[in-house]
């Protein structure tokens, strides 16, 4: 009868109840899977499949090295262990400010033919194991390693492409502030990202975010107005005209 | 006391001794030559030295600037007992399957009993030259042997100027052989000073004291110096205590010739395996499965676990082992008499709990990584902090796993602050935030042109030539694409004060047309890419 007599008294717009129903299901999904959600990066929890990194599964990124520490990122803070494994280039420095935890950081720059060994018995010990697939990688072995990380409750993150990733990430735009035509230098990046998942719907994503902002954090851009590195009244007037002057570029 | 010491008598003990072992294997994981002039340095003294610096007139002890004035080639390296003490571990394990009871003295010199090495070898020198060879085939020349009564004699023997590489002082003869050797080798500095101003100039005066004396005068410190001059050193070898055996052994019998069989059969021995580890709260982790045919036949095998080995597993690996990775009916030739498993490393059971949320503790980390050591070598698995330095390829210190802590605490003493260190140590000309997040190990050559595709140059004074307009990730220029934005150039001076190592160059942060920033060095007309915005 209250069932009833609630939904005569509220009569909520149906786009609301819809939503709200979509949200049980997922919640409902995400229990039901024998994954464990991993913490995730505020920024990135609209780009992945379930709002959240899974353990035993893999994702995939097209080529930014900033997005695989975007995604490092949320595991680390939460004391995880990372592993990057045939990665020599890896900027540890941006890493640690990116929020990387450097002391539960192991990188193995060279495995050279030993990748899969490597790559396995590091999935053993850390949990989140970074890593680009060395030139050719046959089926039997992607599919073992496979096995390994989601037996042992792994996160794989692949610069790269990788087959039965949960969601692949590219960065689709990218544009600068801060510089120009001889002057100024590097400062804030704004970034479209696209991330495709393997199951659902086969729209891509697609999130603004900063990568970085001026502070060197990951936020999503909030909305065309937002300036880089000011939130409010917290960055200076200098800050905040050239944001808004680079950002005027971007939208026109 | 007393009587307790005349009742030890001195045991026949060989020691043997590799001159310089600090330089030696400083010099090999340095990849230098021993014959050069090399010091190895501790607090600013000189630890060990080669004989190259030796014949200059470099001597232990003396401080480095002294050493250098007397041997201006002197190659000079840290003194690192860590790495010292690894490169000699693969002698004693050497030794140790040659004889048992091997003690290692210091690095670079290790003692031994002689007494069964010489029953089974037929004699000391035979012993001597057979341990010898062992270490010439792992790739050490000179060590030198010495056999007499008491350690401290044989190290004498050992280290005794000349160009025998064996000697052997006969049973009962070392208070001879040591008598007219000199008091320091005693190396008991203050005990030594009183002794020469007393007018006691070798060991065999200070032995010819009455021992009673010695010990109201001198202490026990100083009778046991008066022992050991007096060739009565009672100390033992005391060999390292090699790892307990645990093993299970299976006895068929009758043999058996099917594999489920022989799987069935060693179950509960894997099972009385296992639980007898974890009630010593241990895990095995490694083991080896040996397997005896009826006929003889022996086959062997090692096997690693990622993690530590069940009950299960250990059948599994010795079905695996039967069927030699081919078809059942193809393995077994003759019927199996027996099954021994062996573990060949254990490691304490605490460290391998899976923690409460999925990530296991500091030991296990670090039992893990050590395993990918045993892969990639000791420096394939590297840890991070940030140091000092202006690029950021400078900045990242990179330390092997396992040798972290006393390294990290040279570099960064302050390496708890992490990430903000530049507040802390300002390096004017370093890269301002954010940071690249691909830092190129190699910095790689890159090519930048104007709008009239001519070459950009930076002047003597800082100006460019020409604005930059194009660029290509690659030398050759392939995929030559328009700049979409560029700053700089911020000229580098680095180490000005030295001719050799001085740098000049300028830095460009670029921006290509994918909307990926660079940071490149302009350094004498060549373009390089020092790390990437990605």
């Known amino acids: ?252 | 006391m007393n009587g307790m010491r005349s009742a030890v008598a001195p045991v026949r003990t060989m020691v043997l001794w590799c001159p310089d072992w600090p330089v030696v294997a400083t010099a090999a994981s340095e990849g230098v030559s021993v014959e050069q002039s090399i010091a190895v340095i501790e607090k600013g003294l000189v630890f060990a030295c080669s004989a190259a610096a030796r014949a200059d007139g470099v001597r232990r002890g003396l401080r480095l600037r002294e050493a250098q004035a007397r041997s201006p080639r002197l190659r000079d390296f840290a003194y690192d007992p860590v790495r010292v003490d690894r490169a000699f571990e693969p002698l004693i394990s050497a030794l140790e399957e040659m004889s048992p009871n091997v003690q290692i003295v210091r690095s670079g010199s290790c003692a031994l009993a002689v007494r069964g090495a010489a029953r089974f070898y037929g004699g000391e020198h035979a012993a001597a030259l057979a341990f010898l060879e062992r270490f010439a085939e792992l790739g050490v020349t000179d060590a030198r042997v010495g056999v007499a009564d008491g350690m401290f004699a044989a190290d004498q023997a050992a280290r005794l100027p000349g160009v025998d590489l064996i000697r052997i002082v006969p049973a009962g003869a070392s208070p001879e052989f040591l008598r007219d050797l000199p008091l320091q080798l005693l190396d008991e500095p203050e005990l030594t000073t009183l002794l020469w101003r007393l007018g006691i100039r070798s060991l065999g005066d200070f032995a010819r004291l009455p021992a009673d004396d010695v010990r109201s005068r001198f202490g026990e410190s100083g009778a046991r110096a008066h022992a050991k001059a007096a060739g009565l050193d009672g100390r033992r070898v005391e060999p390292r205590i090699p790892p307990e055996v645990r093993e299970s052994v299976s006895d068929f019998e009758p043999p058996l010739d099917r594999i489920d069989q022989v799987a069935f059969g060693v179950r509960a021995a894997a099972e009385r395996f296992i639980g007898e580890l974890a009630a010593a709260h241990l895990v095995c982790t490694a083991l080896r499965v040996e397997i005896t045919s009826e006929r003889g036949e022996w086959r062997d095998r090692g096997w690693l676990h990622p993690r530590w080995f069940t009950a299960s597993d250990v059948v599994d690996r010795v079905r695996w082992q039967l069927q030699g990775g081919s078809t059942i009916e193809s393995a077994l030739t003759s019927p199996i008499a027996r099954v021994r498993i062996v573990a060949e490393t254990v490691d304490r059971s605490e460290r391998h709990e899976t923690g409460l949320w999925g990530s296991g503790s500091e030991e296990r980390i670090h039992h893990g990584l050590s395993r990918v050591q045993s892969i990639v070598g000791h420096e394939g698995v590297l840890t991070a902090s940030i140091g000092g330095g202006r690029s950021p390829h400078e900045r990242q210190v990179l330390v092997p796993w396992g040798d972290r802590h006393e390294q990290k605490a040279a570099v960064a003493p302050t390496s708890r602050v992490r990430g903000r260190r530049e507040e802390a140590a300002p390096w004017p000309g370093s890269v301002p935030p954010p940071l690249p997040t691909t830092v190129f190990e190699q910095p790689h050559a890159v090519l930048v042109l104007a709008a009239e595709q001519q070459e950009v140059t930076v002047t003597e004074r800082g100006e460019l030539s020409a604005e930059p307009a194009y660029f290509s990730p690659e030398a050759a220029g392939r995929r030559l694409r328009p700049l979409e934005a560029w700053a700089g150039p911020w000229p580098v001076y680095e180490r000005w004060w030295d001719s050799a190592a001085r740098r000049r160059f300028d830095r460009f942060q670029m921006i290509d047309a994918d909307g990926t920033a660079w940071l490149l060095a302009l350094e004498r007309g060549t373009w390089y890419a020092e790390a990437r915005y990605d």
């Open chain 1, 1 to 252: 009868m209250t069932d009833a007599a609630l939904t005569l008294s509220s009569p909520a717009p149906a786009g609301e109840e819809i939503r709200a129903l979509q949200s049980r299901i997922q919640q409902m999904q995400a229990t039901k899977l024998d994954t464990r959600r991993v913490r995730t990066h505020p920024a990135l929890e609209s780009l992945l499949p379930g709002g959240s990194l899974r353990s035993g599964a893999a994702y995939s990124v097209e080529s930014s090295t900033a997005l695989v520490m975007a995604l490092m990122a949320g595991p680390s803070a939460d004391g995880v262990w990372c592993g990057v494994i045939g990665l020599p280039d890896f900027g540890v420095e941006a890493a640690s400010h990116f929020g990387i935890d450097l002391e539960r950081l192991a990188l193995v720059p060279h495995p050279g033919e030993e990748w899969l060994t490597v790559t396995a018995a590091m999935a053993d010990v850390v949990g989140v194991v970074v890593t680009r697939a060395p030139g050719r990688v046959t089926d039997s072995a992607m599919a073992r390693l496979q096995a390994r990380i989601r037996q042992r409750g792994v996160t794989l993150i692949v610069l790269g492409d990788w087959p039965q990733s949960e969601a692949s990430l590219r960065i689709v735009e990218s544009s600068w502030a801060g510089i120009g035509q001889g002057n100024g230098h590097l400062a804030a990046r704004q970034v479209l990202v696209s991330s495709t998942a393997r199951v659902g719907s086969g729209r891509p994503r697609r999130a603004r975010l900063w990568l970085p902002d001026r502070r060197e954090s990951f936020r999503p851009v909030l909305e065309q107005t937002d300036v880089a590195g000011s939130r409010g009244e917290t960055g200076g007037p200098g800050v905040a005209t050239t944001g808004l002057r680079l950002l005027q570029g971007v939208a026109g």
